[in-house]
């Protein structure tokens, strides 16, 4: 059987439903005459309707993979399978897909709409770095989202994109004011570092200079020199609240019997001390959060 007649049965087959078929014999009319543009066209067809039946049948992946076989088969103009795998990407929550797919769209056919879902993929990128705490990242991709539907709004200035902008910057200046804050407490405990440091070497007796040391390290993340002045404020003042603060940052740093060790400590020292006590009593349930 030649390629004509491999590729009149896929159409046969394509016109009474049979998809799967179809795509079988168009694949073998490709297959022995690569050159024949028919069964190219019909395969994109079929991959592509055989891709949104998987789609509506809520196969998503399957869906993927047609729909990624049916661009294989598109004219350089065509959008269509881009804008339909973009969107099925943006269902599953796929931001990379969503991104790729609609700068396809975008680059054969710019419409407001291209735009609009491209940000979406880019704003589902900045709320996971956002929520990562990479803040590079965060404003990198609420950049590209808030300038997509910019580009949209100017393309379509009646379809309401403009109040998605102005969400967007209003979350953005949020954002910055927050970092903003965090740097200045940041600074503050940096500060604590270094005054105290001064303290102690006039007096390496102080404990309490030790304790707010301890407590300033802790803060910014740097527990084992934490854990080494709250030791020193425990050995100078056994009673002044090393014992809390150290255990704390050993259940940080996964030590939960040491920092049980501590609370228990805390407790016996001051019986009194709700604080202690309810460290403890958290630990030992195992439902302290560090």
Same mark, same amino acid.
């Given at each position: 059987?030649?390629?004509?007649?491999?590729?009149?049965?896929?159409?046969?087959?394509?016109?009474?439903?049979?998809?799967?078929?179809?795509?079988?014999?168009?694949?073998?009319?490709?297959?022995?005459?690569?050159?024949?543009?028919?069964?190219?066209?019909?395969?994109?067809?079929?991959?592509?309707?055989?891709?949104?039946?998987?789609?509506?049948?809520?196969?998503?992946?399957?869906?993927?993979?047609?729909?990624?076989?049916?661009?294989?088969?598109?004219?350089?103009?065509?959008?269509?399978?881009?804008?339909?795998?973009?969107?099925?990407?943006?269902?599953?929550?796929?931001?990379?897909?969503? &991104?790729? $797919? @609609? *700068?396809?769209? %975008?680059?054969?056919? #710019? +419409?407001?709409?291209? /735009?609009?879902? =491209?940000?979406?993929? !880019?704003?589902?990128?900045?709320?996971?770095?956002?929520?990562?705490?990479?803040?590079?990242?965060?404003?990198?991709?609420?950049?590209?989202?808030?300038?997509?539907?910019?580009?949209?709004?100017?393309?379509?200035?009646?379809?309401?994109?403009?109040?998605?902008?102005?969400?967007?910057?209003?979350?953005?200046?949020?954002?910055?004011?927050?970092?903003?804050?965090?740097?200045?407490?940041?600074?503050?405990?940096?500060?604590?570092?270094?005054?105290?440091?001064?303290?102690?070497?006039?007096?390496?007796?102080?404990?309490?200079?030790?304790?707010?040391?301890?407590?300033?390290?802790?803060?910014?993340?740097?527990?084992?020199?934490? &854990?080494? $002045? @709250? *030791?020193?404020? %425990?050995?100078?003042? #056994? +009673?002044?609240?090393? /014992?809390?603060? =150290?255990?704390?940052? !050993?259940?940080?740093?996964?030590?939960?019997?040491?920092?049980?060790?501590?609370?228990?400590?805390?407790?016996?020292?001051?019986?009194?001390?709700?604080?202690?006590?309810?460290?403890?009593?958290?630990?030992?349930?195992?439902?302290?959060?560090?």
């Amino acid at each position: 059987m030649n390629a004509q007649e491999h590729l009149e049965r896929g159409v046969d087959c394509f016109n009474n439903d049979d998809i799967d078929q179809a795509i079988a014999e168009f694949t073998e009319a490709f297959r022995i005459d690569p050159s024949l543009a028919a069964a190219k066209g019909h395969l994109h067809t079929a991959y592509y309707n055989r891709g949104v039946m998987n789609f509506q049948n809520g196969n998503n992946d399957l869906a993927i993979a047609d729909l990624s076989k049916a661009i294989k088969f598109s004219p350089s103009d065509d959008a269509t399978v881009y804008n339909a795998r973009g969107m099925l990407y943006n269902e599953m929550e796929n931001n990379d897909g969503v &991104i790729q $797919d @609609f *700068t396809e769209v %975008i680059r054969i056919a #710019p +419409t407001d709409a291209a /735009y609009f879902f =491209r940000s979406t993929g !880019y704003r589902g990128k900045y709320k996971a770095y956002g929520a990562a705490g990479d803040e590079d990242n965060f404003f990198k991709y609420i950049d590209l989202a808030i300038d997509d539907l910019k580009t949209a709004s100017q393309i379509a200035p009646d379809a309401n994109h403009q109040k998605g902008v102005d969400l967007l910057i209003s979350e953005r200046e949020l954002r910055e004011k927050a970092n903003d804050s965090q740097k200045a407490q940041m600074s503050q405990f940096e500060k604590t570092i270094v005054d105290t440091t001064k303290v102690i070497q006039i007096n390496p007796k102080d404990a309490k200079a030790y304790y707010d040391r301890a407590s300033a390290y802790g803060v910014l993340g740097n527990s084992k020199q934490s &854990i080494e $002045d @709250f *030791t020193m404020a %425990i050995n100078l003042c #056994p +009673t002044c609240g090393g /014992y809390i603060g =150290r255990g704390y940052e !050993y259940g940080k740093s996964g030590d939960s019997q040491k920092a049980i060790y501590d609370f228990k400590m805390a407790v016996q020292l001051g019986p009194g001390n709700d604080a202690a006590r309810n460290f403890l009593d958290e630990a030992l349930a195992g439902t302290i959060r560090y």
